[in-house]
Nanobody, 114 residues
Framework: QVQLVESGGGLVQPGGSLRLSCVVS????????LGWYRQAAGKRRDLVAR???????AYADSVKGRFTISRDNAKKTVYLQMNSLKSEDTAVYYC????????WGQGTQVTVSS
């Protein structure tokens, strides 16, 4: 059974940066396609970045050019580097497969505010 543990969130000023991590236990990590989602208060959960097992990446228009998804197969970890953060990036961030196949982790809160 795959388990997901996100970390790295926090409070940051507009224009700042954060790096999120998600450790994936269970399963065969190197063959997984992975994604980062976010859910702002009162809104649906949206996929913002994804990475294939081969390292190909794709991003939502709202984060393109500012966020970078990467993975470390040896550490069974997927990362989300977030730069030039905006107030509208405030949300709880989750990792999962790009179709949300596994049980969700607790997420990590990102708050962008001055």
């Amino acid at each position: 059974q795959v388990q997901l543990v996100e970390s790295g969130g926090g409070l940051v000023q507009p224009g700042g940066s954060l790096r999120l991590s998600c450790v994936v236990s269970g399963g065969i990590f190197p063959i997984f396609d992975l994604g980062w989602y976010r859910q702002a208060a009162g809104k649906r959960r949206d996929l913002v970045a994804r990475i294939t097992s081969g390292g190909a990446t794709a991003y939502a228009d709202s984060v393109k050019g500012r966020f970078t998804i990467s993975r470390d197969n040896a550490k069974k970890t997927v990362y989300l580097q977030m730069n030039s953060l905006k107030s509208e990036d405030t949300a709880v961030y989750y990792c999962n497969s790009p179709v949300g196949f596994w049980s969700w982790g607790q997420g990590t809160q990102v708050t962008v505010s001055s």
